[in-house]
């Protein structure tokens, strides 16, 4: 890809804050609704359990579509990408704000996130291309903060926006935000494409989504769609051939959407997998925290909200912290170690109780926030460090799907861990089914320890942690 135009320095400035705005955007609205589902609930009509297919609506269209966004950016220009990309996102923000019924809703957030799935990717490429060599660290370091401050203020946002005015607010913020990103990319976004571009990969485009859906759609039909187990399982081997049908594929055409070739590198392979099962109860958190807290504690969505905020907080905090103690430990020690220590966390939510102390649930909040911050920039590093240059773009847009698939099969394992404990634990109250839900995806983060134990070691100091813009 060829690099950017010259631009002016003021240009440059607006560049930074535009791609920087779109990070927050992005970040706050896979947040957002978490601390809102019950008022929406009560709004549509809805149970509130049924609620999580909001969620999961917005972070499986991302994750679908995020690998067919590098290819739109080297056919059509960041540009003209990106302006597509806010257009997309501000409509179905807008179509959210209007929408009378959960179907209504969750086709929305699938309009929203098609738009949103292509301004981290693309905003980044651009980064990259119009601050290289010694200008690009600062420049990516300073993009990055806004999607640290999204997940920060989301919940408190929805919270506030759902008991002071309306949950439709949380939507209808969106738009003036958008409007003020499209005259800026008009202005300040460099027009960045390839000189030469495969033809798209639509067979491999489509089988991926395939797995994705039907491997969703299986862990939904679990909790709230009720399908049966013989459905599920069908789901299931669909996925998994699908998936398989993939790899076959990616063997045979020339220029496949993911080369085969970036599973050769084993710290990738690690990085991938492991990424994938460790975020699945770590990711599960923002939604599982806010409903106990204010279906079973009593809280009001915007206290479930400002009882986030010690995790946010903690995790920018553990930014400065995890380079020094890898550099000790080496990749391979810490995360295993860190890995135990995010599921225990996890686990330790299981306490929360009326009689629980105040103190010590911040105590618990604070140090899952700094385990799982310190998770995420390890796990990126450790999977991006040593890809082949010739292979980037693609292993990047890998790693942006599997992170956002993550997160989806988070909420949807979540919520089907917790109908199901709300059926069993039925006799003991809800409070016991949350507990129990806990205890399952603190152990399922846990198992996941083993999978960096076999990241090799390495016989020097390991290099320093690059802080990759992270969705999770």
Not at 260 to 284: D, E, V, W
Not at 436 to 446: D, K, S, V
Request: glycine share 8%; net charge positive; proline share 6%.
């Amino acid at each position: 890809m060829e690099t950017a135009p010259l631009q002016s320095e003021s240009k440059n400035q607006i560049l930074l804050w535009l791609v920087a705005i779109g990070f927050f955007m992005e970040t706050l609205d896979s947040t957002i609704v978490n601390t809102a589902l019950p008022s929406m609930a009560r709004s549509l009509n809805e149970s509130p359990l049924a609620m999580h297919s909001v969620i999961l609506a917005y972070s499986l269209t991302l994750a679908i579509i995020i690998p067919a966004s590098g290819w739109f950016a080297d056919r059509f220009g960041t540009k003209k990408t990106f302006l597509a990309a806010i257009v997309i996102f501000s409509l179905g923000s807008f179509l959210c704000s209007l929408s009378q019924s959960l179907p209504e809703l969750v086709a929305s957030r699938v309009l929203q996130g098609a738009g949103g799935s292509m301004l981290l990717p693309i905003g980044r490429l651009t980064i990259l291309r119009a601050f290289p060599g010694p200008k690009f660290l600062p420049a990516i370091s300073f993009v990055t903060i806004p999607g640290l401050i999204g997940p920060l203020v989301g919940p408190t946002l929805g919270g506030y926006l759902s008991e002071a005015i309306s949950w439709h607010w949380i939507f209808l913020i969106n738009i003036p935000i958008g409007l003020i990103g499209i005259v800026a990319t008009a202005i300040a976004m460099p027009d960045i494409r390839a000189p030469r571009v495969a033809a798209f990969d639509g067979a491999g485009f489509i089988q991926l989504s395939l797995t994705m859906l039907c491997l969703s759609l299986a862990l939904e039909g679990l909790s709230e769609l009720g399908f049966s187990t013989g459905i599920v399982l069908i789901l299931m081997f669909a996925a998994f051939a699908a998936l398989a049908s993939y790899f076959i594929h990616a063997t045979k055409t020339p220029d496949p959407l993911f080369p085969l070739r970036l599973f050769r590198q084993t710290s990738y392979k690690i990085g991938i997998l492991g990424n994938l099962f460790a975020r699945i109860g770590s990711s599960g958190m923002p939604f599982l925290i806010p409903l106990l807290l204010q279906l079973t504690l009593g809280y009001s969505a915007l206290q479930a909200g400002l009882t986030m905020l010690p995790i946010a907080i903690s995790s920018i905090v553990a930014k400065r912290l995890v380079s020094p103690i890898i550099q000790r430990t080496g990749y391979r020690l810490f995360l295993t170690a860190n890995t135990f220590l995010v599921g225990l966390s996890i686990a330790s939510f299981a306490l929360f109780s009326p009689t629980h102390p105040f103190w010590i649930q911040v105590i618990q909040l604070v140090f899952f926030g700094l385990v799982n911050s310190m998770q995420f920039t390890a796990m990126n590093t450790v999977t991006l460090k040593d890809v082949d240059p010739v292979y980037a773009s693609s292993g990047n847009s890998l790693f942006s799907m599997v992170q956002m698939l993550a997160m989806s099969l988070a909420v949807a394992t979540a919520g089907a861990l917790l109908n199901t404990f709300m059926v069993q634990l039925k006799s003991f109250g809800t409070l016991s089914a949350f507990h129990a839900t806990f205890l399952c995806m603190g152990a399922i983060t846990c198992t996941s320890a083993y999978i960096f134990w076999q990241v090799p070691e390495e016989p020097r100091a390991p290099r320093k942690p690059i802080d990759v813009p992270d969705v999770g």
